[in-house]
């Protein structure tokens, strides 16, 4: 287990959690699961070890592995503020 250390932003001891983070590779949104992070449980920073981060990005630079990924669908709407209700 790797101690994260405190939030940067509010000084609360961060909690391990696996997330979900997502990227955008040129115009493909691809989104990481499990993704081992430090969870700030106060104000919702989240932040990966060097090690992780570098696993990430040779993730990412692995385009066969992405082609070959299961998709999911995402809602995708339009900036229209006066449809809001609020
Ligand atoms: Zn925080």
Redesign the pocket.
Known sequence: MYDYGK?E????PLEEKNIQQDFWIKDKLVVIEKVPAGV?P????KVVNAEVGEHIAALLKDSNRINKAPTISVPLIKYEPETVAV
């Open positions: 939030c932003t509010c000084d609360t700030c106060q104000c919702g920073e």
